[in-house]
Each structure stands twice: as structure tokens, then as C-alpha cells.
């Protein structure tokens, strides 16, 4: 057989093998994709994360059978919605504050950023914040120019203590000051330390103060309390194309049907999930 012919269909031969490999690779890469879902929520007073992300990214392992499924959580809201504006987040979930979202929403850059499960506490999708202070305030006019510590944005806390002032009669819009800080426990503390004189927070995180530290739970006073709000959501952008985005989300659904999810919800405040539907995006007021 001529030399030059069997040299010419090895390399052929070798060729397609090249292609074959290259082309088995690709769709393993594809099918492999990796996905995170990135968390921001200051309310559920979360001191040691590395713990947190270790037993999501424990049960994302043994819910999607995949080491490419992760949890990232950030304590900065700042750094999280940087993080949101990359494009090359647009096939990640990420799970916020109802709140934060509204605020995302007048954005151009969030428009198509939609919710697709609400957190639930004993199948309510809903909470209220409470305002507190130490038993010495015996009414809400004595916040008049004090400062309120909130781990929430600082326009949406002031419209909520707005709101809460208007149901005690004061109808006050600016006569306060807002104390920013990084969870719910923080700004209890403040006012126990006198930091502040009022305190913004979710009623989930007082009720956990109270069974944490009842003593000095007895010295608070709760002055009133906002209208519902939404829990937090899980959101991603539309259209969802990727097969790894849809399997994150359906791992994330699921959470509720095992022991290790319901443990992480727990340790989020919440216990369960519920899809949004069209009355939830009326309270969320997205058209």
C-alpha cells in the first residue's frame, strides 16, 4: 500500500479524533456550567457565615449531584448590587430583600430582573418591621430629631418610619436621623448602648431577640409597627435560556423537602418557599 496514503489517513484518523474530543468537552463544559446564588439580606442577622455557606453548598452538592452549584453570601449591599450589574451575572440567582428590589426596580439595568420565589414563615410570604426603643420613651415624639439605627436602605427606612409615625398620629417626615448598620442585632445593640435612640427591625429578628436575651429584651419598648412586607426574594433574569440556572432554582424549590434545607432556612428566619405570583407582584408593586 502506498506510504504516502496511509500517512495521509493516519493524520485524517488523528484529526477527527482531535475534533471528537474537543467537541465531547464542550458539551461536558456545557452541561456543567457553574452557577452561584448570590445572598444579601441584613435581617437575618447571620454572624458566621462560613458556616452557612458551607452546609448550602453541602446540600446544593447532594440536591443538583454537582460541584459546580454554590452559595455566596455578601454583608455589603453595595458590593452585591455591583455584582448584580455584570453581565456575566445574567445567568446567576441571587436571593434579597423585598425592599432592595423595589429599589433595584427604578434602575434601567434591573428591569429585567424577576421574582421567582418568596420566602415564607409558616406558609406566610409576608413580615413587618417594628420600631424600638428602651422603656424610657414613652411615645414616638420623643424621636423627634434622634437618630434610629436600621440595617435597611436609608430612604426605604425612612418611609417606613414614616409610615409608623403616621399610625401614631405624627405626621413628621425628616425630624430623625438614620443610624446605618449591618444587621437587625446591630441596631437593637445600638439602642442598648445608646448609640441610638430607636431601632428599625424585622419583628422576626425581635421575636428571636427575646428568647436569645430575655433580660435585656424586658428593657425595650416597641412603638409601633409598619404594614406588610414582603419577604425576601429569589430572583434572576429573563428569559432563564441556561439548563444550570433552571437547575439551581429547582434545587433552591426543593429546600423545603429535605432535613438539610430545612435547616438552612432556619437559620435564614424563614421556613419554606412559595412561588410569586401576581398578587405578590402588586405588593411588590412590579407591573
Known amino acids: 500500500m502506498d506510504e504516502n496514503f496511509i500517512h495521509r489517513h493516519s493524520f485524517i484518523g488523528r484529526r477527527a479524533i482531535i475534533i471528537l474530543t474537543c467537541l465531547v468537552l464542550m458539551l461536558f463544559s456545557w452541561q456543567l456550567e457553574a ?54 451575572k445574567r445567568n446567576e440567582v441571587f436571593l434579597l430583600p423585598s425592599w432592595q428590589y423595589q429599589k433595584l426596580m427604578k434602575q434601567k439595568a434591573f428591569r429585567k430582573l424577576k421574582p421567582i420565589f418568596v420566602a415564607t414563615i409558616n406558609n406566610n410570604p409576608t413580615y413587618t418591621k417594628v420600631l424600638i426603643t428602651k422603656k424610657n420613651i414613652r411615645s414616638m415624639k420623643q424621636l423627634r430629631r ?22 401614631n398620629g405624627l405626621h413628621y417626615r425628616t425630624q430623625f436621623r438614620i443610624l446605618t448598620v449591618p ?34 429584651y424586658r428593657l425595650l419598648r416597641q412603638q409601633g409597627e409598619s404594614q406588610a412586607i414582603m419577604l425576601p426574594i429569589v430572583v434572576a433574569y429573563q428569559p432563564i435560556k441556561k439548563k444550570s440556572t433552571k437547575r439551581l432554582l429547582s434545587a433552591i424549590q426543593a429546600m423545603p423537602d429535605s432535613s438539610r434545607g430545612k435547616e438552612i432556612l432556619g437559620l435564614l428566619g424563614w421556613n419554606g418557599w412559595k412561588k410569586v405570583t401576581p398578587r405578590d407582584l402588586q405588593l411588590l408593586e412590579v407591573k
Open 35 to 88: 452557577r452561584t446564588l448570590y445572598f444579601y439580606n441584613p435581617e437575618s442577622n447571620i454572624n458566621d457565615f462560613r458556616s452557612v455557606k458551607r452546609l448550602f453548598n453541602r446540600y446544593l452538592l447532594s440536591a443538583t449531584k454537582s460541584r459546580r452549584y454554590r452559595f455566596q453570601p455578601f454583608k455589603n449591599a453595595k458590593i452585591f448590587e455591583r455584582f448584580l450589574k455584570k453581565p456575566r
Open 146 to 167: 434622634k437618630r434610629i439605627a436600621s440595617a435597611g436602605d436609608r430612604n426605604y427606612s425612612k418611609k417606613t418610619i414614616q409610615f409608623i409615625g403616621a399610625k
Open 183 to 216: 444587621k437587625d442585632v446591630d441596631a437593637l445593640m445600638s439602642v442598648l448602648f445608646g448609640m441610638a435612640q430607636g431601632a428599625l427591625i424585622s419583628h422576626i429578628s425581635l421575636n428571636s431577640f427575646s428568647r436569645i436575651n430575655k433580660r435585656k
